[in-house]
């Protein structure tokens, strides 16, 4: 496994350790409400298709975005991963009343297999909140092969995060930060045949983007 697990593991390890944190502050969102602004632009795109579908959240980790979809009172198929198994031993133990969740430690962009299936195995929609962050030392390589799993695996629809580049000076070098027209003109130009529709939603954060991808 790469030096990517090191920089995530001693970045989030301490938290997990901490006694009294919630969720967000575990995963170093500035809030709950932070952390749910991203998770409702997925649902707001895609919340009218997902009933009876399966949804791959890539970087679970505490299933908050599960226990988020679980709201909504429809039946879906969820399967979080997350690269850190404690993260996934935590978000196992959570109880779920409406979705199927399934939560497992995997990397994906380092093994072909996923959650001990084949590697052509498909997900209707793909959902990654936070995992482009860290500044990683190959954020932009790790960001384009990231993406090429995401179309892969994706049979619908695509949501995934990324911290804006202007808010550069707000969180400091520790992060990594990423231009919105160069990202959303990269997979226009690289996707172009799968896409039917690409938007850049912004209006919810200074400091963050997401990407939103319909497929064909």
Not at 127 to 144: A, E, K, P, T, V
């Amino acid at each position: 496994m790469d030096n990517r697990y090191n920089i995530i593991y001693n970045h989030y390890i301490k938290n997990i350790d901490k006694n009294g944190l919630e969720d967000y502050q575990i995963l170093d969102w500035e809030s709950k409400d932070a952390q749910e602004d991203r998770f409702k632009i997925f649902v707001d795109n895609f919340g009218l298709y997902i009933k009876n579908k399966s949804v791959l959240d890539i970087g679970s980790g505490l299933g908050n975005f599960a226990q988020y979809l679980d709201k909504l009172d429809e039946k879906i198929i969820y399967t979080g991963i997350d690269i850190l198994k404690e993260m996934v031993v935590l978000s196992a133990k959570k109880k779920f009343k409406n979705i199927d969740a399934n939560f497992f430690d995997r990397d994906i962009f380092y093994k072909d297999n996923i959650c001990n299936a084949s590697s052509d195995k498909k997900y209707n929609y793909i959902y990654s909140s936070g995992i482009f962050n860290l500044d990683m030392g190959c954020n932009l390589d790790f960001l384009d092969n990231a993406i090429k799993k995401f179309f892969e695996l994706a049979v619908d629809g695509i949501c995934f995060n990324l911290l804006d580049k202007k808010s550069e000076n707000t969180f400091g070098p520790k992060y990594f930060y990423y231009d919105k027209d160069n990202i959303l003109n990269k997979i226009k130009n690289t996707y172009s045949s799968r896409l039917k529709h690409i938007s850049i939603v912004d209006s919810y954060s200074q400091n963050d983007f997401s990407i939103v991808c319909f497929l064909k």
